[in-house]
């Protein structure tokens, strides 16, 4: 494989960058990177707006890169300076391509021929969209909704300008397009992997989260687990890896973390943006050895699993919220398609994107499963449709809570200083079941909510208007709902710790590091019967405790342990029966 038995470690290159690289400033800053990280395969960029490298130079980089052992790659970011002054009304956002253009478009398919000459494998970058709402876009969308044009469009470029001359001029070459950060606005500017899965070779996944509170998007930092898991469900074997960069990275954890839940979710690949941003970095020093650290937890380690939420294509709503359950160590497993199959799982808003949600989720039920869904999820169906399913209902008032009681257990009250703004439930009493109740004075309505239909069972979840303010729960009323939403009957009582779960008996927690951050002791449960957990490289075990049932939602035996973990530390065990 390389430098890692279980993925290879690529480094995006820049046109900008590559342009000023001479032969003697390659080799030292090859060695650098060498040294601390270690490069299987790079990708030399031919194209990035007004940057572009020639031919001469493009080659004496692949040379060099070859001699020393590495695997080479081509890349190609679509974005172009203004090519006439008529240019400049169509006001495109980051410079991306408008694809309207007659002169923009020939030039997008020349560097595409170039590229394809030069490589037998190339990626777009990230900028392979479109925002563009310029006189000729609106002409030429007609009566079409943006969205449907620009998903037209772009399948239209991707075969006309990207695949088609690619592949006459180089019919070995394998085209990788890359995809955002940002699922949730994908099918706003003509990502549509619903399509473009079947046309591409490969796709690619942006995995950056950087600073959650102070960068613009707030991407919370599970994400770099989620979406990877994600397009790997959208193009099982052909999601190639994971992609991050160094920007606004701070603290150094930041940068860290993108690459430990990046490498958890088994990519093919894990691609550090850019190389020139890379040299003397000191972000860049410590990843080499912990992604040595995680490979060899790869080894014992299975294939990812976890709850299935359903994301369908082109949706939006609580965007992230599934990032946030993960980071309070609900493990998920995000799919494009209704997992009809899975015996839980998870709708947030945007699985009203599906016109047919209502009876999938009947069918869902009246075979004998449990389902989970979201306040989001249900304020946007037709009343009259869901009131088959449960009495909860919208008072449409909010719902100011400090004070919680988890309604099982006799002695579940709990008060905080921070008060969370819920959405109020109102529910047929002893119809429906609360077993989280929240509220601040004389007053409360309920956050978790149980209803039957036929043999299946469903969970009515309240999330707050802030999604970030899960965390600030007290962890008995958290557990409540990692209760319910337990994967391998197996769920974890702490704070700021995720739990990545794979499929033979083996799982990962990592305590996330930042400010505020503290030492935590998680408490983990088992609904099954086994003697302890042991580490995966077996230097330590600890044995489990058989639990009596507290109270009656209890109704399994549990078998439980603590386990102290350091913020920016990653524990790794299997189950011992």
């Known amino acids: ?159 006309n300008l990207i695949l088609e001359p690619a592949r006459k001029k180089n019919p070995n070459v394998r085209v990788t397009i890359k995809y955002p950060n940002w699922r949730e606005s994908y099918h706003e500017t003509g990502y549509y992997p619903e399509r473009q899965r079947e046309m591409f070779d490969y796709i690619y996944t942006g995995t950056e989260t950087r600073n959650t509170a102070l960068t613009d998007q707030h991407l919370p930092r599970y994400l770099s687990y989620s979406l990877m898991r994600y397009m790997e469900n959208v193009a099982p074997g052909r999601n190639r890896g994971g992609w991050f960069d160094t920007y606004q990275c701070w603290p150094i954890d930041c940068y860290l973390e993108q690459g430990y839940l990046t490498a958890l979710s088994r990519p093919q690949e894990i691609t550090l943006f850019q190389w020139g941003d890379l040299f003397e970095n000191k972000l860049v020093t410590p990843l080499g050895i912990q992604l040595t650290k995680i490979d060899r937890i790869l080894e014992k380690a299975g294939k990812p699993v976890g709850i299935p939420v359903y994301l369908p294509f082109a949706s939006c709503g609580e965007n992230h919220l599934e990032d946030h359950l993960g980071m309070l160590g609900i493990p998920l497993e995000p799919v494009p398609d209704f997992p009809e199959d899975a015996d839980l799982i998870l709708l947030t808003r945007a699985a009203a994107r599906d016109e047919a949600i209502l009876e999938k989720l009947e069918h869902y039920l009246l075979s004998g499963k449990t389902a989970v869904v979201t306040t989001g999820f249900v304020a946007v169906l037709p009343p009259e449709q869901w009131e088959k399913f449960s009495t909860v209902r919208f008072s449409g008032r909010q719902l100011l809570a400090d004070r919680y009681q988890v309604t099982d257990d006799p002695c579940g009250y709990y008060k905080e200083d921070t008060t969370i703004v819920f959405p109020e439930l109102q529910f047929g009493n002893n119809a429906s079941w609360s077993y989280v109740n929240a509220g601040s004075d004389d007053y409360h309505s309920s956050l978790l909510l149980q209803d039957t239909y036929g043999s299946g069972t469903l969970y009515t979840l309240a999330v707050p208007d802030m999604f970030a303010a899960l965390s600030d729960l007290p962890v008995p009323v958290t557990d409540e709902f990692r209760r319910v939403l337990c994967a391998n009957d197996m769920f974890l009582s702490a704070r700021n710790v995720s739990l990545f779960l794979y499929d033979n008996n083996t799982f990962v927690l990592y305590c996330y590091a930042g ?61 011992v029966d």
């Open 1 to 159: 494989m390389g430098h890692f038995n279980h993925f290879k470690l690529g480094v995006y290159c820049t046109a900008q960058t590559l342009s000023r690289l001479t032969e003697e400033r390659l080799e030292a800053e090859w060695a650098y990177l060498e040294k601390y990280v270690g490069v299987d395969k790079v990708y030399l960029e031919t194209y990035r707006g007004e940057a572009y490298v020639e031919r001469d130079h493009m080659e004496m980089l692949i040379k060099f890169f070859q001699q020393h052992g590495v695997e080479v790659a081509g890349g190609i970011t679509t974005v172009t300076p203004d090519l006439t002054p008529e240019d400049r009304k169509r006001h495109r956002l980051l410079h991306t391509f408008c694809y309207s253009n007659p002169e923009m478009r020939d030039r997008l398919k020349r560097v595409v021929e170039y590229t394809a000459e030069l490589f037998d494998e190339f990626i777009l970058d990230d900028f392979f969209f479109t925002a563009c709402r310029c006189e000729d876009c609106i002409r030429e969308k007609g009566n079409m909704s943006w969205e449907e044009f620009r998903a037209a469009k772009m399948e239209e470029v991707s075969k």
């Open 515 to 575: 400010e505020g951050s503290t030492p935590e002791t998680v408490t983990l449960h088992l609904l099954k019967e086994a003697a302890a957990i042991r580490t995966l490289d077996g230097k330590r075990t600890i044995s489990l405790q058989k639990e009596s049932p507290l109270y009656p939602r209890q109704a399994k035996q549990e078998w439980t342990c603590r386990i102290p973990i350091q913020p920016g530390d990653f524990l790794a065990f299997e189950i």
